[in-house]
């Protein structure tokens, strides 16, 4: 049997915001998290020889970077105890990839950061400039979980485990060879962890604008655009 353990990832920079924070409810809420993710990676009792460590951002050929002890993250942190202990770290990302949604990401911010009133939306050029960004990324994301869930089944062999770190926007269930048993972390943690993301997509974030801005495109879905312009 293969087995994968998947771990839901706060990035590093979505707990900076929560640290920086004067809510002290939130902060203590990724603090509790991790503790909790290291203690249910514990009660597993894993043969750490047999472990194989995936991570989202860790990229093809990228995993002694990664591993450098100056990097920053709980994430991190946790996957060097892992490795020190016998497990293997193996980057599955493609870097284009990375570097293409992070680049779109950075163009949603810009334009939500000079996002029109209601008021101004002339044409609805907004609206459509939005939409598109946001279908760019969730394809580029599509594209991600299918390069990770191919890493994942290429580098697990029978009677091995393979741990997965994986942010909130990516689902590779779908992807995976049927073989691998999936399991996820307890109710009560998984709990937590949705709250956090509550809490991130409440700041406002670019995030909070691609759950946005999906559901106005998909109640114009008959018409299979926005608004008619005038």
């Known amino acids: 049997m293969r087995r994968l353990i998947y771990i839901p990832m706060i990035h590093e920079a979505e707990q900076t915001v929560f640290r920086n924070t004067s809510d002290q409810m939130k902060r203590l809420r990724v603090t509790m998290l991790w503790k909790e993710i290291e203690k249910e990676i514990d009660k597993l009792d894993l043969d750490k020889q047999k472990v194989k460590i995936f991570a989202d951002g860790i990229a093809q050929g990228k995993e002694l970077m990664a591993l450098r002890s100056d990097q920053p993250g709980t994430t991190m942190r946790i996957i060097r105890n892992l490795v020190a202990h016998g497990a293997i ?7 284009r990839l990375i ?46 979980d299918k390069v990770i869930a191919k890493g994942v089944d290429n580098n697990i062999r029978q009677g091995e485990t393979g741990i997965l770190f994986l942010g909130y926007q990516h689902d590779i269930t779908a992807y995976l060879a049927k073989d691998i048993k999936v399991e996820g972390l307890s109710p009560e943690t998984m709990l937590l962890h949705d709250q956090i993301v509550r809490d991130h997509f409440a700041n406002g974030s670019f995030e909070e604008s691609i759950e946005r801005f999906t559901r106005l495109r998909d109640s114009f879905a008959p018409q299979g655009r926005g608004p008619e312009k005038k």
């Open 89 to 95: 770290l193996i980057g599955v990302e493609d870097p």
């Open 99 to 144: 570097r293409e949604q992070a680049a779109l990401l950075r163009l949603g911010n810009a334009c939500e950061n000079n996002s029109p009133t209601v008021g101004q939306l002339e044409g609805f050029d907004y609206y459509d400039r939005m939409v598109g960004l946001v279908s760019e990324i969730m394809n580029c994301v599509k594209k991600r």
